[in-house]
C-alpha cells in the first residue's frame, strides 16, 4: 500500500483482482467481484496482468436443458407434445408462445413433426415458427429446407445466467429504501405503461404472462401528474429457477441505476425463496443492457432465433 512498509524492506505491494472500468486522467478503477469499486492513481500499479474468466459453472448444462428452464418465461394459452416438444399458441406478435420449442426429442422423423406442426399452426392461421438454438444441426436443417428468420433484421437472442449467491454480493451495495417499489402477482395495462406494442396485443400478453410462483415489479414516484412509473421487471421462479425478464427504465430516467435496484429487489425475492440460478434474454446488440449484465456477474450460455416456415 502507498507509503507502507512491506516484510522485506520496500514498499507494502497488494493484488486488486477484477474488472478494470477507468482509466483516464491518471487514475484507474477496478470493479471486484462483489460490486465494490477500487479506485486508485495509475502512478501507483507496480505491475499488472490479464486475469482469464473462470470457467462457467454453467458450461455442463446442455442448451436443451437451459432452454427447457426458460420455457417457465411464458406461459402459453395451448400447447400440445409431440414427443418432448412442445407445440406453442398463445395468439399476439411473440414468437416464444406461438412457437415450437423443439428441446429433446421430436416423436417421429423431422418430416412428420413438421407435418403436424403445419397442421397445428393452420389451425390457428399461422405458419409454423420454431426457436432453435444457434449453432445447432436443426437450425442448419431447417434453413436448408427454406425456414427463415421470422425478423430478418433483428440480432440474435443471448441466453444469459448467474449464479443468485454471487448476484447478491455484486448487487448488496444498492440502496432499494431509497426508492417506492411494488409488487404484483398479476400483470396490468399500468405496468406496461410505455410498450406500445405490448398493450396493443394486451390479451394474449396477459395469458402468456400468468406467472406460476412470480412478481411484477416496479419503482414509482409521485410526478407532476400523479403517481408514474420509473423502471419495471418481472421475475417467474420455477423449481429453483428465477427467470427474469422486461427490465425497462423509463428513457427520461435512465443513468439514475434504476436498473440496478430493479435487479437488487428481483433477486433478493428470489433468494428469500431458495433460487439458486437466474435467466435473462438479452438481444446480442443491446451493448448497454450486455454491459450492465456482465458487471453483474451474468455469462452467455447460448444464444436462439425464430425461423418460420416458407
Not at 64 to 76: A, I, K, L, N
Not at 250 to 261: D, F, K, S, T
Request: proline share 6%; hydrophobic share 40%.
Amino acid at each position: 500500500m502507498h507509503g507502507e512498509t512491506g516484510p522485506s524492506g520496500g514498499p507494502a505491494l497488494t493484488d486488486v483482482l477484477g474488472v478494470m472500468e477507468v482509466w483516464a486522467s491518471g487514475r484507474t478503477s477496478i470493479r471486484r467481484e462483489d460490486g465494490s469499486v477500487e479506485e486508485f492513481p495509475t502512478a501507483d500499479i507496480v505491475s499488472g496482468k490479464p486475469v482469464p474468466p473462470r470457467p462457467s459453472r454453467f458450461a455442463r448444462l446442455s442448451d436443451d436443458e437451459v432452454e427447457r428452464r426458460g420455457s417457465g418465461m411464458f406461459t402459453p394459452s395451448e400447447g400440445k407434445y409431440v414427443g418432448d416438444w412442445l407445440f406453442r399458441h398463445t395468439g399476439g406478435t411473440n414468437g416464444r408462445p406461438n412457437s415450437i420449442l423443439p428441446v429433446g426429442e421430436p416423436g417421429g422423423t423431422l418430416d412428420e413433426v413438421l407435418d403436424q406442426a403445419a397442421g397445428f399452426y393452420a389451425a390457428h392461421g399461422r405458419q409454423p415458427c420454431a426457436q432453435v438454438v444457434v449453432g445447432s444441426a436443426l437450425l442448419a436443417e431447417l434453413e436448408a429446407r427454406g425456414w427463415v428468420k421470422l425478423h430478418p433484421d433483428e440480432a440474435d437472442t443471448d441466453v444469459l445466467l448467474a449464479g443468485i449467491a454471487q448476484l447478491s454480493r455484486s448487487l448488496r451495495s444498492v440502496d432499494t429504501t431509497a426508492f417506492e417499489l411494488s409488487h404484483s402477482p398479476v400483470i396490468s395495462r399500468e405496468w406496461l405503461v410505455g410498450n406500445d406494442r405490448a398493450l396493443a396485443n394486451y390479451e394474449a400478453v396477459e395469458r402468456s404472462l400468468r406467472l406460476s410462483n412470480g412478481v411484477f415489479a416496479a419503482v414509482s414516484d409521485n410526478g407532476p401528474d400523479g403517481p408514474r412509473q420509473l423502471a419495471r421487471g418481472r421475475v417467474n421462479l420455477v423449481d429453483d429457477w428465477a427467470l427474469f425478464g422486461d427490465l425497462t427504465v423509463q428513457p427520461e430516467q435512465r443513468r439514475r441505476g434504476l436498473a440496478r435496484v430493479i435487479m437488487a429487489d428481483l433477486t433478493e425475492w428470489a433468494a428469500e425463496r431458495g433460487a439458486s440460478v437466474m435467466l435473462l434474454q438479452v438481444l446480442g446488440d443491446n451493448v448497454g443492457a450486455q454491459a450492465l449484465y456482465e458487471s453483474m456477474g451474468f455469462v452467455r450460455h447460448h444464444s436462439y432465433r425464430y425461423l418460420v416456415a416458407p
